[in-house]
């Protein structure tokens, strides 16, 4: 069984249609790799960050 966590800035979620695509896309990522059988099993969380909580090259975005 494949568990994939992923993070994204929360107006990503804005988007009605974006955590279903998301999900779908990662789901075919796994089969295209590990096969029907190991996307069937897989199981993704989709987590909502705040820009003032990301950072990168050592600053915070938000």
Do not use: C
Not at 2 to 10: G, K, Q, Y
Not at 28 to 37: I, K, N, Q, R, Y
Request: hydrophobic share 45%; no cysteine.
């Amino acid at each position: 069984m494949a568990h994939i966590e992923a993070s994204f800035f929360t107006s990503r979620f804005e988007d009605e249609e974006f955590a279903q695509k998301m999900v779908e896309a990662l789901t075919e990522a796994v089969g295209s790799v590990l096969g029907e059988d190991a996307a069937n099993d897989t199981a993704i969380v989709l987590r909502p960050v705040e820009p003032s909580r990301w950072g990168y090259r050592g600053k915070l975005l938000g």
